[in-house]
C-alpha cells in the first residue's frame, strides 16, 4: 500500500489549504485514513480521521470546526481541508492508512500500518 500526500504550502494565518491523500495497492474503501501532523521539536499527533465504512469521522479538538476530512472512494482519495489557519497549525501533515483501525483506535498512529511521505503546511502570522 502507498500513499501520497500533496497540497502543503505557505498560508497567512487565517487563510485555507486542502491537502490531498492519494492511496494505492489496496481498495481505497476498505482503508480508514487518518491524518496526522508533527511540528518541529514537538511529538506527532493526530488531527482528524475518516472511517472506512459509512465516513464516520473524528478530530482533534484543536482543529474541531475548522477541519474538515473527506474522502472520495472512486478517487482513492482522502482530503483533509483546513480553514482559519493558524501559526500553531505549521507542521509537517502525513497521512496513514488502514483496513483493521476499529473506531476507538482511529486517533491512534500505532492504529495505521501504512504512510505517506509528509507534506508540510507553513501558517505565517
Known amino acids: 500500500v502507498q500513499l501520497q500526500a500533496s497540497g502543503g504550502g505557505l498560508v497567512q494565518a487565517g487563510g485555507s489549504l486542502r491537502l490531498s491523500c492519494l492511496v494505492s495497492?489496496?481498495?481505497?474503501?476498505?482503508?480508514?485514513v487518518g491524518w496526522f501532523r508533527q511540528a518541529p521539536g514537538k511529538e506527532r499527533e493526530f488531527v482528524a480521521a475518516?472511517?472506512?465504512?459509512?465516513?464516520?469521522?473524528i478530530y482533534a479538538d484543536s482543529v474541531k470546526g475548522r477541519f474538515t476530512v473527506s474522502r472520495d472512494n472512486a478517487k482513492n482519495t482522502a482530503f483533509l481541508q483546513m480553514n482559519s489557519l493558524k501559526p500553531e497549525d505549521t507542521a509537517v501533515y502525513h497521512c496513514?492508512?488502514?483496513?483493521?483501525?476499529?473506531?476507538?483506535?482511529?486517533?491512534?498512529?500505532?492504529?495505521?500500518?501504512?504512510w505517506g511521505q509528509g507534506t508540510l503546511v507553513t501558517v505565517s502570522s
Open positions: 475518516i472511517k472506512r465504512s459509512g465516513g464516520s469521522t
Open positions: 496513514a492508512a488502514d483496513s483493521h483501525v476499529i473506531t476507538s483506535s482511529m486517533p491512534l498512529a500505532r492504529a495505521y500500518d501504512y
Open positions: 495497492g489496496r481498495t481505497f474503501s476498505t482503508v480508514t
